[in-house]
């Protein structure tokens, strides 16, 4: 009844259907091959990228499905501002889909968690969304109660430098408990846009016994 009055239509092409059509889903800016081993960036070489040659980092790699940019980012405005949630199972889909050639390690899921007053504000994690959608698809437990934020800092992004990123989110994040001692982590976020919250989290997550932590987003801005 719902879908009869008010019928979904595609967030980029306006289609009735789906709320990201077929067509819109094939035109998608894919991030591919070859891109750093460790963050995820398109890199020519598919080694390291000058920005990650000879810098220690917690987090053990990222990777993400799309180009921040285009139907995707229309996308996922829709989900993170605009209260379209139903449209995160399709989202979590194609995360689903890019790790059947992209494997990730990881044996739990952990999404980035949103400080609570802007939690409140805005009423839902979107990556709490996305986790627990993918979770379901590839048969991944979910614990999105261990991680907290800490900090209410700025999105990132406002900021401008990679360098103002790693202020803003520094000791932005820990864990209330022991729960993901002794496991290997994925960090389920919607954009990486320089990937200094992710290093935030997995520096949180490994000083809480994490063995290991590997980042996937949605979309990389580049």
Same mark, same amino acid.
């Given at each position: ?19 990201l059509?077929?067509?819109?889903r ?9 891109f750093?081993?460790k963050?995820?960036?398109p890199?020519s ?8 040659w000879?810098?220690? $980092? ?55 968690p ?45 900021? $401008? ?20 001692s ?14 200094? $919250? ?16 590997w980042?996937? $987003? ?5």
């Open positions: 009844m719902v879908d009869f009055f008010f019928p979904r239509r595609c967030v980029e092409c306006g289609k009735i259907g789906d709320l059509c077929a067509g819109c094939q035109k998608l800016p894919r991030l591919l091959r070859p750093c081993k963050c995820g960036k890199e070489s598919g080694e390291l990228c000058p920005a990650c000879g810098q220690q $980092t917690e987090i053990d790699g990222i990777r993400s499905a799309f180009r921040f940019e285009g139907a995707v980012r229309q996308a996922i405005h829709e989900l993170k501002y605009r209260n379209l949630k139903a449209i995160s199972g399709c989202l979590a889909k194609l995360m689903a889909n890019y790790l059947q050639d992209n494997p990730v390690h990881g044996e739990v899921l952990v999404p980035v949103l400080h609570l007053r802007r939690l409140r504000e805005r009423g839902y994690n979107q990556s709490s969304l996305l986790a627990g959608e993918l979770g379901k698809l590839i048969a991944l437990p979910v614990i999105d109660d261990s991680l907290c934020r800490l900090k209410d800092s700025l999105p990132q992004a406002r900021t $401008t430098t990679v360098e103002e990123r790693r202020r803003n989110v520094a000791n932005a994040f820990a864990c209330r408990d022991e729960k993901l002794g496991r290997s982590v994925i960090l389920i976020d919607d954009v990486c846009t320089s990937g200094a $919250t992710l290093e935030s989290c997995a520096v949180a997550l490994k000083a809480a016994g994490a063995v290991s932590v980042g996937l $987003t949605l979309a990389r801005e580049i």
